[in-house]
């Protein structure tokens, strides 16, 4: 489904095979990286109009959708100022919608937090409820083990391996701890041990 063609294994997204249907999968899911993705010499509207038509949204429904979208991060002032001179969270914010733009079944967000302040982090995960609440399953990788409290599902990777696959609760259970934090820190220190 990306730029490299698995070696070995196979896989799924939203259904469909990822090397055999990789361009149905790209049709159905959205991707927010780490670093800024959006334009910064655009307006944020401008930057709402082309990710909507790259995405293939009918220009009826850009208008209207961007309308609502401005208006719920509350940027509809802000829509014609330059990308490149928002807040770090208020970029991120508009990233995170952008990639969502187009109603994905499926949306990657790579390390979306990192950098910005509590409070944003608080509202961005508000973002993301609401999208999941839309139907939208959301994959969050993240260095911030909080985060993975608010998460249905988590997946813990150490050394380039799944080492734990559980709710929070679950795995909070199964390794006696009372954190995710708790929880990464025994399975990292296992991983060591192996060495």
């Given at each position: 489904c990306g730029?490299?063609?698995?070696?070995?294994?196979?896989?799924s997204?939203?259904?469909?095979d990822?090397?055999k249907e990789?361009e149905?999968?790209?049709?159905?899911?959205g991707?927010?990286?780490?670093?800024?993705?959006?334009?910064?010499?655009?307006t944020?509207?401008?930057?709402i109009?082309?990710?909507?038509?790259?995405?293939?949204?009918?220009?009826?429904e850009?208008?209207?959708?961007?309308e609502e979208?401005l208006?719920?991060?509350?940027?509809?002032?802000?829509?014609?100022r330059?990308?490149?001179s928002?807040?770090?969270?208020?970029?991120?914010?508009l990233a995170?919608?952008t990639?969502i733009?187009?109603?994905p079944?499926v949306?990657?967000?790579?390390?979306?937090?990192?950098?910005?302040?509590?409070?944003?982090?608080?509202?961005?995960?508000?973002?993301?409820?609401?999208?999941?609440?839309d139907g939208?399953t959301?994959?969050?990788?993240t260095?911030?083990?909080d985060e993975?409290?608010?998460?249905?599902?988590?997946?813990?990777m150490?050394?380039?391996?799944?080492e734990?696959l559980?709710?929070?609760?679950?795995?909070?259970e199964?390794?006696?701890?009372?954190?995710?934090?708790?929880?990464?820190?025994?399975?990292?220190?296992?991983?060591?041990?192996?060495?």
């Amino acid at each position: 489904c990306g730029l490299s063609r698995p070696t070995s294994g196979g896989g799924s997204v939203a259904g469909f095979d990822i090397i055999k249907e990789a361009e149905k999968i790209k049709r159905r899911i959205g991707y927010m990286s780490q670093k800024f993705s959006l334009y910064e010499d655009l307006t944020v509207l401008e930057n709402i109009r082309l990710f909507g038509g790259i995405y293939g949204v009918p220009d009826k429904e850009i208008k209207r959708r961007g309308e609502e979208l401005l208006r719920r991060l509350d940027f509809y002032d802000e829509r014609n100022r330059r990308v490149k001179s928002l807040p770090l969270g208020w970029k991120q914010k508009l990233a995170f919608s952008t990639a969502i733009f187009h109603r994905p079944e499926v949306v990657f967000l790579d390390e979306p937090t990192g950098g910005v302040s509590p409070e944003t982090r608080r509202q961005f995960w508000e973002l993301i409820y609401r999208a999941a609440a839309d139907g939208i399953t959301i994959f969050v990788t993240t260095h911030y083990m909080d985060e993975a409290e608010y998460c249905n599902r988590v997946s813990i990777m150490v050394d380039g391996r799944i080492e734990a696959l559980d709710t929070p609760e679950n795995l909070r259970e199964r390794f006696s701890a009372d954190s995710m934090d708790a929880v990464f820190y025994l399975l990292a220190r296992r991983a060591k041990r192996q060495e």
